[in-house]
Structures are given as C-alpha cells and as structure tokens.
C-alpha cells in the first residue's frame, strides 16, 4: 500500500486547471491518489517515488533540495494534473449512495454522454502523456541528479521507470493471435 502523500493540492488544481471552484475536495483527492499511483509511480520507479513522496511528507522540517523542487513543479505536477483531469469527469458525475449508484442532474445542467466523457477523457491523457514523456526525457538525460531514477531498488513490489507513457493499441489482424486446426473451418 502507497503512503497518501499527494504531490498535487486541491488548491493546485482549481487554480490551473477548468475544474470549477465549487467542486468538493472528497471528490477531487481520491482520483488525485489513484492517479499518482498508477501513472506517476511508474513513471519514476519505486525509489524515486517514495524518495519525493517523503520529501513532500517531511518538508515542514527540511526543506526540499532545488533538484527536486524542479522536478515536482516543472515535470510532475504537469503530467499528475492532467492525468487526474482525463479520469474525474465519471467520479464526479457518478456517486455510490445508500440506495445505490446514482448520476449527478440539475434543472439547469445537462448530462455528459459518454462519448462526451471519452473525448473529454481522451483530450486530456493525449497533455498528460506527453508531459509525462517529457518528464521522462527530463529524468533520463539527467541521472546524475535523480540517483533514483537508475536504481528503483529491488524485490517483488519494486516498480521499473517507464521509458515511455505513450500508449496506442496495434491491430494484428482479425486472426491474429489464432491458430488454426487441421479439421475444418474452425478457429481456436
């Protein structure tokens, strides 16, 4: 389990970013944590996570190196962000309540479609990928200062850096993947 330490602020967020002002904090966090968890972490590997992770936690008592401090506020907190804003629009239109699962509706507003949310989501992981790219890149050409970054550690739950955060599908082919057998027409 990830400690919750959270390299992006609520505060951070409403200020660069089209999330409204009124938008609840509870709703906004957990996706922050998840976000970080599942992008970010791989992105840096297990060592210099948990390094930045208790940088951030111990910074009231130590302040934190200038490397580091670039690393968060010109690498990092461009990915997390957008990262985070491709996966909110479902969590804060959706809530689990008492009697069920329930979709937000006003008078006034209307509901996002899901192809509306696809795009929306699409749009923004296409800003975080390539921030993340970036970041990457940024870490890459400079191990001398991250330590870290070269070497995660070791052992079962130790994560790898990612050398890239773009991601596409290939299509192989409609029987790619299949083997065919020497009776009939049929297809495993």
């Not at 992981?125 to 990457?136: D, L, N, P, V």
Request: charged content about 25%; hydrophobic content about 35%; some cysteine.
């Amino acid at each position: 389990m990830s400690k919750k330490i959270l390299f992006l602020s609520e505060k951070y967020i409403k200020e660069n970013s089209f999330v409204s002002d009124n938008v609840n904090p509870k709703d906004l966090l957990p996706t922050v944590k998840a976000v970080q968890d599942i992008y970010i972490h791989p992105m840096l590997g297990t060592a210099l996570y948990n390094k930045l992770q208790d940088l951030v936690m111990n910074q009231n008592t130590t302040p934190i190196p200038a490397d580091y401090v670039s690393l968060l506020d010109y690498y990092i907190l461009d990915a997390l962000l957008w990262y985070a804003l491709a996966d909110m629009p479902i969590p804060l239109q959706m809530k689990l309540v008492n009697k069920g699962v329930v979709q937000r509706a006003d008078a006034t507003i209307a509901v996002s479609s899901t192809s509306d949310r696809k795009e929306l989501h699409d749009y923004c992981k296409s800003k975080a990928e390539w921030y993340a790219q970036r970041a990457i890149n940024y870490l890459r050409a400079n191990t001398d200062k991250y330590p870290d970054y070269i070497d995660p550690g070791t052992g079962c739950d130790v994560i790898l850096p990612d050398r890239t955060q773009f991601s596409t599908g290939i299509f192989l082919g409609a029987s790619a993947g299949r083997r065919r057998r020497n009776f009939g027409d049929k297809y495993q």
